[in-house]
């Protein structure tokens, strides 16, 4: 089994910075993706960003050049820098890892950007 725990969130203004943290816990292979999902109310799960254990980080095209997803292994912690936030990025955001083909997500932390 794998737990995950995110923090991190929080209330900022548009133009604002956040940094989400997630640590990985319990079964961790040595391959292994990890991601940031976001999910706004009214609206189904996105993805944000995803990372894989040798650092190959993706995006989606409207986090692109404002979010930055990284991660230290050692810790089997993944990171999110938000920048340049916008009242749209309001959302619940979750972590995952995907594993040997399991899927394991945390609580989720809240995002809240004022206009």
């Known amino acids: 089994q794998v737990q995950l725990v995110e923090s991190g969130g929080g209330l900022v203004q548009a133009g604002g910075s956040l940094r989400l943290s997630c640590a990985a816990s319990?079964?961790?292979?040595?391959?292994?993706?990890m991601g940031w999902y976001r999910q706004a109310p009214g609206k189904q799960r996105e993805l944000v960003a995803t990372?894989?254990?040798?650092?190959?980080?993706d995006y989606a095209d409207s986090v692109r050049g404002r979010f930055t997803i990284s991660r230290e292994n050692a810790k089997n912690t993944v990171y999110l820098q938000m920048n340049s936030l916008k009242p749209e990025d309001t959302a619940i955001y979750y972590c995952?890892?995907?594993?040997?083909?399991?899927?394991?997500w945390g609580q989720g932390t809240q995002v809240t950007v004022s206009s």
């Open positions: 995952n890892i995907i594993q040997t083909y399991h899927i394991y």
């Open positions: 319990g079964s961790i292979f040595a391959l292994n993706t």
């Open positions: 990372i894989t254990s040798g650092g190959s980080p």
